[in-house]
């Protein structure tokens, strides 16, 4: 089922009457297609004195073909503005961000993007550095709401010593991959991962298992794997066979029947192997809505041993056998509902908050063995799931975020392809919403 409202605000009579009614304006969003241009017009960047990742930053955008600027056009028509904020180290030059930001908000064009970089505050010992660092996200969280049109904005930490590893966020951020990812912030650590070999087929050569890819966000996320060039292991309840055995036959994958909360799940699922994974995305999971007062303890635990238990006992047994390829990466699918809880959803909440939980706790200690492991959040998606909610809870969920509107399970999908990409690799820990910036949670 469509989104009818966008459809209409996006026409001639709609634009009229949602202007002159003060109704949500959804923005037409770019997404990308194979071939396109990394942005739609030329890149301004902008730094403070002393600023660290300017000249980085140049460098792979002429790479990747972009125009870049030191100066504004004439009458605006920027596709993206950068700013380098890895040189303020007090609060008394946050004015900087002003100086930058106030004469060229308007100059940037329709789904154009904004990026700020800076430096971890955990990472910087001058606490008034820190404080000043931390306050650019109250910066790029305001920008995503207030620039509109389909613009979004971002912020990147990036640890020093990991100025080499900038080009697959940018290359995402930037893009239309990142269509529906606003207000967030993403932590770079130090390295200097190695480049794809080609950028249009970033994952060329590797092996890929999805669980739950037979429909939905899942058959997205094989779909987009193999697009870019992953050898994908599509993998569900083999009440999904049909389904399942479509999806691994449009990427020309492998499709296994599991129950991943089977007893002894690893290690059947180890048997099918024939090699190291190099990207475990665990995309499978259920809902059984209710509640906390109304719900049984089947409702309860039928969804944490999907969601949670099967993910953490795959990753276990996997590493155990040394099926993760060293420079491996791990995915896990969260929710909004993880971070700001939802009625009638204690179980699907505790147990995506669970997910973030494995990202966080399990990250160090993967990083050791070459392996990173991330989650994403998705907020409202466009599925056979959410188009069966009731009108007013699927309308509220579709236009309360600062894109006024409902994401593609796409959207999900090349989220999780930016963390699977090589390049990802001193991207670890971290956790991005897929929500178009959703005014829940965080």
């Given at each position: ?198 950028w249009q087929l970033p994952l060329a050569g590797k092996s890929a298992l999805v669980t739950g890819a037979a429909r939905g966000i899942g058959a997205a996320i094989a779909r987009v794997l193999a ?216």
């Amino acid at each position: 089922m469509g989104d009818r409202y966008a459809s209409f605000a996006n026409s001639g009579p709609g634009r009229t009457m949602i202007k002159r009614l003060g109704l949500p304006d959804p923005p037409r969003l770019r997404r990308w297609t194979p071939g396109d241009p990394l942005t739609e017009g030329p890149v301004l960047i902008g730094a403070a004195p002393g600023g660290r990742l300017g000249d980085q930053v140049r460098k792979v955008l002429a790479g990747a073909g972009v125009e870049t600027l030191d100066e504004p056009l004439s009458g605006g028509g920027h596709g993206a503005l950068i700013f380098d904020a890895t040189g303020i180290t007090d609060v008394g030059e946050l004015g900087e961000l002003f100086n930058f930001f106030h004469p060229y908000a308007r100059s940037v064009l329709r789904s154009g993007r904004v990026l700020v970089l800076g430096t971890p505050p955990a990472t910087v010992d001058d606490p008034h550095e820190a404080t000043a660092q931390r306050a650019l996200e109250g910066l790029t969280r305001s920008i995503g709401k207030e620039f509109g049109r389909g613009i979004t904005a971002q912020l990147v930490y990036v640890e020093r010593g990991g100025e080499g590893a900038l080009e697959s966020t940018l290359r995402f951020l930037l893009s239309g991959r990142s269509a529906y990812v606003s207000g967030q912030v993403v932590t770079i650590g130090a390295g200097n991962p190695p480049a794809p070999a080609d950028w249009q087929l970033p994952l060329a050569g590797k092996s890929a298992l999805v669980t739950g890819a037979a429909r939905g966000i899942g058959a997205a996320i094989a779909r987009v794997l193999a697009r870019d060039g992953a050898d994908v292991i599509a993998l569900d309840v083999p009440a999904a066979g049909d389904a399942l055995a479509g999806v691994a036959n449009d990427v020309r994958g492998r499709a296994v029947q599991l129950d991943l909360t089977a007893e002894g799940a690893g290690a059947r699922l180890a048997s099918h192997l024939t090699r190291p994974l190099d990207i475990i995305v665990h995309n499978a999971g259920i809902t059984r809505d209710r509640t906390i007062a109304k719900m049984d303890e089947g409702g309860w635990n039928s969804v944490l041993a999907v969601n949670l238990v099967a993910p953490s006992r795959i990753n276990d047994a996997l590493l155990e056998k040394d099926l993760i390829a060293s420079g491996g990466r791990i995915v896990g699918v969260a929710s909004i509902a993880g971070i700001a809880g939802n009625r009638g959803q204690t179980n699907y909440a505790t147990s995506k908050a669970g997910v973030i939980g494995l990202v966080q706790s399990s990250a160090p200690g993967l990083r050791k063995q070459g392996v990173t492991i991330n989650a994403v959040a998705p907020g409202f998606i466009e599925t056979a799931m959410t188009a069966k909610m009731p009108v007013t809870l699927r309308e509220a969920g579709r236009r309360m975020n600062s894109l006024a509107q409902g994401g593609l399970p796409v959207d999900v999908a090349e989220t999780i392809a930016w963390f699977a990409s090589p390049g990802s690799g001193t991207i670890t820990g971290n956790v991005v919403r897929v929500c178009g910036q959703s005014l829940l949670g965080a």
